[in-house]
């Protein structure tokens, strides 16, 4: 018998600002640092504490995998207590739609005793992972089937590591995951890239910085090559950072509103690759600053155009496009044909649905370009898409009647993100 389905939640009437919003907000920690800090803290040589863990389901589904490998993780509160066991099991692994618990998980479960399984969401199965795994069994490991989920690691304990070389133009998150791990094998692992220009380039950054802190010798002095040297990862306590990608729709809606929107403790110095809003939302018209008291946006009176190359910061395509949809002048967004293969194809998806508003949207192979048109209400489909559902909600609170579909799929990376956002109206 098949089990009933839940009935479709309702589009979501997206709340239109009545004037210029004024909001102060403290927003929900990082999921890039959540997840490399769990993982970390599981492969290191003693117990840690993840302080201000994000609660979302990817960094849930991180903390799963990394209990069901064999370390003990406490969710109970905001910080997360890590006891690192032994790898010593047979275990599956559910990535849903995350990238970082996908291309991260894997070099690690290579260490364990067991076989790993792991599988995802219906759309996770499209997502790239294959080079990864390509580099894993260079390196010793033996994964099967394919290149693609879902596949399992078959652990024997130890992997024997060294020199791999690898195409990251597809996702900076493959060498992420390679260096995450690299300590931990017998001859760490010397990565090299070979193929277009690595996007995210601030992702690798952050895994690099966090690695020596952590104790690990790394090797990034060749912008292609990233070398991490055998040896233990001790365990750091963590203070997770508020998560500065999932700022955007907060600060595009003062940039929307002509409002003031202040997002509390936003650091002076950060690997974050969302700390390129500043420049961004600059270039649009906005005045910002940062003080002790966080980053303060505030709206002009009206929106500029923009040309600007998102490559090292992709994940803000879908806010900064909302942005170019409702701006005065033409904009371009360049660099980012690698979001094709985010949680959607986010170029084709953003295309659509902004287009369905009323935008004059140009997809191009590898970004996206907009004439200045006036928008309208609709249903604006979200593609279980977290930061979808944050463009159609910016696109929101300027037009009147905008309905997003699915707005819970936000839950991947901030809880409760409607109801946060409908608290700032
Ligand atoms: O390492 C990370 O935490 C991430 C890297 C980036 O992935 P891509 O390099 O695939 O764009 C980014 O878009 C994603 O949201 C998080
Ligand atoms: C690309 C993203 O996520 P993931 O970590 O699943 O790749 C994102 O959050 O924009």
Not at 21 to 28: G, I, M, Q
Not at 188 to 206: E, F
Not at 379 to 406: I, K, N, P, S, W
Request: charge should be negative; include cysteine; hydrophobic fraction near 45%.
């Amino acid at each position: 018998m098949t089990a009933p389905t839940a009935p479709a939640a309702p589009d979501w009437p997206a709340p239109r600002a009545s004037g210029p919003v004024r909001a102060v907000v403290s927003l929900p920690g990082s999921k890039s640092l959540t997840n490399r800090a769990l993982l970390l803290a599981a492969l290191a040589g003693g117990p840690s504490v993840v302080r201000r863990a994000l609660r979302s389901r990817d960094t849930l589904l991180m903390a799963a995998a990394l209990t069901a490998l064999g370390s003990a993780v406490d969710t109970a509160g905001e910080d997360w207590a890590v006891a690192p066991g032994p790898f010593d099991r047979d275990a599956d692994v559910d990535c849903g739609l995350a990238g970082t618990v996908m291309r991260f998980v894997p070099p690690a479960a290579a260490l364990s005793g067991g076989t790993v399984s792991f599988d995802g969401d219906p759309h996770m199965r499209t997502r790239p992972i294959g080079e990864v795994l390509a580099a894993l069994r260079s390196l010793g490991v033996d994964v099967s089937p394919g290149d693609s989920l879902p596949f399992r690691v078959h652990g024997t304990g130890s992997v024997r590591g060294g020199h791999v070389v690898i195409d990251a133009s597809a996702s900076s998150q493959f060498v992420s995951a390679l260096l995450l791990a690299g300590a931990r094998y017998d001859e760490g692992v010397d990565v090299r890239h070979d193929g277009k220009p690595v996007p995210s380039l601030p992702h690798i950054d952050m895994t690099v910085a966090m690695l020596r802190k952590h104790g690990v010798e790394v090797d990034d002095s060749d912008p292609h090559r990233w070398a991490v040297a055998p040896g233990p990862i001790r365990a750091v306590d963590h203070v997770i950072e508020p998560d500065l990608s999932n700022a955007a729709p907060f600060l595009a809606l003062a940039a929307v509103t002509g409002g003031t929107v202040n997002v509390r403790d936003w650091p002076g110095s950060t690997t974050q690759a969302g700390d390129a809003l500043r420049e961004i939302l600059t270039s649009f018209g906005c005045t910002v600053e940062r003080t002790d008291e966080g980053l303060t946006v505030q709206g002009p009176d009206r929106l500029s155009g923009i040309d600007v190359d998102l490559h090292d910061h992709g994940e803000l395509t879908p806010a900064v496009a909302a942005l170019c949809a409702l701006a005065d002048g033409p904009s371009h967004l360049r660099g980012v044909a690698h979001i094709r293969g985010h949680e959607t194809d986010r170029l084709a998806a953003l295309a659509r649905e902004l287009g369905g508003l009323g935008a004059d949207v140009t997809e191009h192979p590898d970004g996206l370009s907009f004439r200045p048109a006036p928008l309208h209400g609709g249903v604006f489909h979200t593609y279980a898409d977290h930061r979808m559902a944050h463009a159609g909600v910016v696109v929101g609170a300027a037009v009147e009647g905008v309905l997003v579909e699915d707005v819970a799929t936000t839950s991947k990376t901030f809880p409760d993100f409607a109801g946060f956002w409908s608290g700032l109206f």
